[in-house]
Nanobody
Framework: SGAAGESGGGLAQPGGSLRLSCVAS????????KTWARQVPGKGLEWVSG????????YYTGAAKGRFTISRDNAKNTVYLEMNSLKPEDTGLYYC??????????????WGKGTLVTISS
């Protein structure tokens, strides 16, 4: 099922930006959709954004739409999440996950260990 390693988290001020990266290995990266999700303190796991294997389809939750941008570089086995206009409620542990197929509608079978994002002044 592969492995993934997230990076790019840290402390940012409200209104600031962060760019998360997730490098995957152990499978043919370009064949599978990828997702970013987050664990928010006091809440369950939230899906943030997804991208199909061919980049043609992207999805954002309402909280992410207009502020976050997902992208991928299949040659580098990497998926990115550019986060702008950050809010304190964006604080959480951000994970990337691999889908079972090239579609973001499919389930997920491989998760990274997460990168912590803290938004605070």
């Amino acid at each position: 099922s592969g492995a993934a390693g997230e990076s790019g988290g840290g402390l940012a001020q409200p209104g600031g930006s962060l760019r998360l990266s997730c490098v995957a290995s152990g499978f043919t990266f370009g064949n599978y959709a990828k997702t970013w999700a987050r664990q928010v303190p006091g809440k369950g796991l939230e899906w943030v954004s997804g991208i199909s294997s061919d980049v043609r389809v992207t999805y954002y939750t309402g909280a992410a739409k207009g502020r976050f941008t997902i992208s991928r570089d299949n040659a580098k086995n990497t998926v990115y999440l550019e986060m702008n206009s950050l809010k304190p409620e964006d604080t959480g542990l951000y994970y990337c996950a691999k889908h079972l197929t090239n579609s973001i509608a499919s389930g997920m079978d491989s998760w990274g260990k997460g990168t912590l994002v803290t938004i605070s002044s």
